[in-house]
């Protein structure tokens, strides 16, 4: 262990002790459908769905990115730490980031708020939303459970105070309207950026959009396919693991997590293929999500006490 390798994990340590960690937990990182199974049970086969709470947990307030049916779980967990005020930002409402939201505990509680965002495009949310979580696709009507629901459209940065988070949404391509989300710190940062339409040529990334993610630590980005899938289906709505790589080092982030997992791809294929890419010499870490990573970024007080502001930890 390096003397850099030891700091960075003294100043975690200070930094869990404090309650100064904000943790970013994957519950679902495959895309399309689930897909449980013995071949996908290393990655998970659960559809999207990622927290971001403070370690330390006594904020009452979570935030998810997206409600597949990794939400489920996400829901049950972050209640069982005592949140009470969830924040669910939708990407879009494809089934598998929203499949989740009927299913939630919190729906049940009357001491929760779930508030759930989504694209100006589908407003009025509730009423594209709500029929899907009610008779006869979901016994009960949203309504009718014990929680306090709102939806709000967002196109523009707005502030979650009660985290201290700062919250850009930006259009993204794919084959409905849909968000990619900036999430801020004050020091640590992160870019939600799943669904995203590859170019033709694998490469061909706006400048806006880079702008978007520019210099941010952590990007999880829509990894689907490999560039021989993506001949035949270049007009899903996906990206290959080439064009990630690429938006990646446009954005010149410090780490790149591939999410939103093939349904068909298997953990050995996964694994193959993520070594591929780590062996290359590049100046941000790579690795593919799976159910229960856990990755910690360090907040204002310690970033400064180190060059890079977050490190991976096994949850
Ligand atoms: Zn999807
Ligand atoms: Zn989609």
Same mark, same amino acid.
């Given at each position: 262990?390096?003397?850099?390798? *030891? ?7 200070l ?6 960690m904000?943790s970013v937990k ?5 895309g399309s459908f689930?897909?449980?199974g013995?071949?996908?049970?290393f990655y ?9 709470y403070d ?5 009452t307030e ?17 209640f069982?730490r005592?949140v009470?005020?969830l924040h ?11 499949q989740?939201?009927?299913f ?5 509680s009357?001491?929760?708020e779930?508030i759930?965002y989504?694209?100006?495009e589908?407003a009025?949310l509730?009423d ?8 006869p696709?979901f ?6 459970r ?10 523009k940065a707005f502030e979650?105070?009660?985290m201290g988070?700062e919250v850009?949404p ?6 409905d ?7 801020n ?5 992160l ?5 995203? *339409? ?8 706006s400048?806006d959009?880079?702008?978007w993610g520019?210099g941010?630590?952590?990007l999880?980005?829509d990894? *689907?396919?490999?560039s021989?899938?993506?001949?035949s ?7 290959t ?5 690429d938006v990646?080092e446009k954005?010149?982030v410090?780490?790149?997590i ?6 068909e791809?298997s ?5 193959e ?5 780590k062996a ?6 790579i690795s593919?999500?799976r159910?229960g990573?856990v990755?910690d970024?360090?907040?204002?007080s ?6 890079s502001?977050s ?5």
């Open positions: 262990m390096t003397a850099v390798t *030891q700091s960075r994990y003294l100043v975690i340590g930094g869990y002790l404090l309650g100064e904000l994957f519950y679902g990182v495959r689930p897909s449980p013995s071949s996908t049970s998970g086969g659960n559809t999207s769905c990622v927290a971001i370690a330390e947990s006594k904020n979570a935030v998810l990115l997206d409600a597949g049916t990794g939400g489920f779980s996400a829901s049950k967990e972050l069982d005592g009470r005020k669910v930002l939708l990407s879009h409402l494809h089934l598998d980031h929203i989740g939201l009927p939630m505990n919190m729906l049940d009357l001491e929760c779930v759930v989504a694209s100006k589908y009025p509730e594209v939303l709500a029929p899907v979580m009610s008779p696709y016994p009960v009507a949203p309504k009718q014990s929680a306090t629901l709102n939806y709000l459209e967002v196109s979650l105070r009660g988070l850009v930006f259009p993204i391509t794919h084959s309207p849909a968000l990619g989300y900036r999430i710190a004050e020091n640590a940062s870019v939600y950026l799943t669904d995203h *339409q590859c170019g033709s040529d694998f490469h061909c990334v400048d959009l880079i702008q520019k941010v630590d952590l999880v980005h990894a *689907q396919y490999t021989s899938e993506f001949i289906k270049s007009n899903w709505g996906h990206s693991y080439e064009f990630a790589v990646a954005m010149q410090k780490e790149l591939f999410f939103h997992h093939d349904p791809r953990d050995v294929e996964l694994s293929i993520v070594q591929g890419w290359a010499d590049r100046n941000f870490r593919a999500a159910e990573l990755v970024m360090i907040r204002p310690f970033a400064k006490a180190l060059n502001t490190a991976i930890t096994q949850g």
